[in-house]
């Protein structure tokens, strides 16, 4: 930097208490960047030669008093000026290049000399920076907050509202499901004139769902737990038709437990009646 003439392009010196930050990169338009926050925000490019490191270019930005609003929030004017003897950031090499950022219409979309900006900038360093504009009389402007806890209570109130709307669609599925199963064992008791059948045929149905939803829950644990790709249907097939069998199994299995548990029953009630 020492053998740059850096004050004839508009730069200033780096303060002693500077926080400086080094950046070295690979294969980009730099070698090394150094990231300088002082009295004023700077990046310093350089280029690695044989003897060391070469300077590059500079962009050092002013800030002024105003302040302006864009789609990205509210910040501080600005003018910034840059140099580069090798293409950065896009801007023409070897000559000086200025631009203002803000609110006032006599700076905007217009190019700067050293000479033109110069008397702005010793302006600027003189004049009281304008309260923040998102206070109004000294009182905070929460329309940022606002809209921000809006946004939140909206997607709070949106997954409510498909939470319950899930479960209501869960429970009309359940209820058509308990109906279909209700009205299949009265079917086949009333076919077979026998309670007893539509019992069994009640317990076979309800093992046969149950055991589907157990099969594919333990599907889906066995796969989250051991981090498995199961994503082929053939699997899930296999799942959920392991968990079928089972629901049945264990069904006939309380069937004819409760069978013999009712016959029992009855003929203890029986021998006391006789």
Request: proline letters at 4%; a positive charge; one cysteine or more.
């Amino acid at each position: 930097m020492g053998r740059v003439d850096r004050a004839s392009l508009g730069f200033t010196p780096v303060t002693t208490d500077a926080d400086i930050k080094l950046e070295l990169a690979s294969g980009r338009a730099y070698d090394a960047m150094l990231h300088v926050y002082g009295a004023t925000p700077r990046t310093i490019s350089f280029r690695k030669t044989e003897s060391g490191y070469s300077w590059t270019g500079e962009q050092e930005v002013y800030q002024g008093p105003k302040w302006h609003q864009t789609v990205d929030g509210t910040f501080r004017e600005d003018i910034v000026i840059e140099y580069q003897t090798e293409p950065v950031n896009g801007i023409p090499t070897n000559q000086l290049y200025i631009r203002y950022t803000g609110s006032d219409t006599n700076l905007t979309q217009r190019e700067f000399t050293l000479a033109e900006v110069s008397p702005i900038l010793e302006k600027w360093s003189t004049s009281p920076v304008e309260p923040w504009p998102g206070y109004i009389n000294g009182a905070p402007d929460f329309a940022p907050l606002l809209f921000v806890v809006f946004m939140l209570a909206a997607l709070a109130a949106g997954c409510v509202l498909a939470l319950i709307v899930g479960l209501i669609s869960l429970a009309i599925v359940a209820a058509l499901l308990a109906a279909g199963i209700v009205s299949a064992a009265l079917l086949v008791g009333a076919l077979r004139r026998s309670v007893s059948a539509g019992v069994r045929t009640l317990f076979i149905l309800f093992g046969a769902v149950v055991g589907v939803a157990g099969g594919t829950f333990a599907t889906s644990a066995f796969t989250w737990i051991a981090k498995a790709n199961w994503n082929s249907p053939f699997r899930w097939i296999t799942g959920v038709t392991i968990g079928l069998l089972v629901g049945i199994l264990f069904a006939w299995l309380f069937n004819k437990v409760w069978t013999r548990i009712a016959l029992e029953l009855t003929r203890k009630l029986e021998r006391r009646r006789n």
